[in-house]
């Protein structure tokens, strides 16, 4: 039977890190009777995993400078209208369109609008190698901004969704007002996910992340979620 990607990334995860059984079992999507949590710091709602039968949550801290496997297994890093020009500038472009000609990937595809007719989405992304194709989005590429010590090259103007890292964000319309939601991205890839009993153990960690959220999200064009609210900005 062939592996899947989250089996293969939390095996090599465990050859570095400890990963707690409940939160391996959690990922590998063993652990069926979990609830979804949520709650609301400053103007986001973050939606957190709750274990009914471990009475706990799954809750998340960064070990930087000691781990940088976001940036060792890169997926893609698509780009915000912001980060085309703050990028660009930090690569010494005069022209954004020089810059996305040179340094990005340009995907394109079809979604169902809200009105049920498909609408062509496009995604600008930044190059994770300089040589990197578009048929290889998507895959695990260790971004070439990264240095030998886990120091990114782009700081601190790297990719909004290199700050919101792990957490994934979208829009709901929400009886006409534009709300805010989050949650955690499980890739088998960080060795920050942890069990706790209380919620409390993260306050800080959303109330630092709930700005950055928030601003990037929207800043961005238009984020979706399946079965949740479309939102065209």
């Not at 070990?63 to 930090?90: A, E, F, M, V």
């Not at 929207?218 to 479309?230: C, I, L, P, Q, W």
């Amino acid at each position: 039977m062939m592996k899947s990607n989250i089996e293969e990334a939390l095996e090599l995860l465990s050859k570095d890190w400890k990963i707690e059984p409940v939160i391996q079992d959690f990922i590998l999507g063993k652990k069926t009777n979990v609830s979804d949590f949520q709650i609301k710091v400053n103007d986001v709602i973050f939606h957190i995993p709750y274990l009914q039968d471990e009475n706990g949550y799954v809750l998340w801290k960064c070990y930087w400078p000691d781990c940088h496997n976001c940036c060792n297994r890169q997926g893609r890093l698509p780009l915000t209208s912001n980060d085309l020009i703050t990028i660009s500038k930090n690569l010494k472009y005069e022209k954004i369109s020089d810059f996305v000609k040179k340094e990005t990937n340009i995907a394109t595809w079809e979604e169902k609008g809200p009105t049920g007719n498909p609408v062509v989405m496009t995604m600008i992304n930044l190059k994770r190698k300089e040589d990197e194709k578009e048929s290889e989005d998507g895959t695990y590429v260790k971004c070439r901004f990264l240095d030998d010590k886990g120091y990114c090259g782009l700081h601190p103007s790297r990719p909004g969704v290199c700050y919101l890292y792990p957490f994934s964000s979208w829009l709901e319309n929400e009886k006409g007002k534009v709300r805010v939601h989050a949650t955690f991205q499980f890739t088998g890839d960080c060795p920050g996910f942890y069990f706790a009993k209380s919620h409390d153990d993260m306050k800080d960690v959303l109330v630092d992340y709930s700005k950055m959220i928030y601003d990037y999200t929207m800043n961005s064009n238009r984020t979706t979620r399946e079965n949740f609210g479309y939102v065209s900005m």
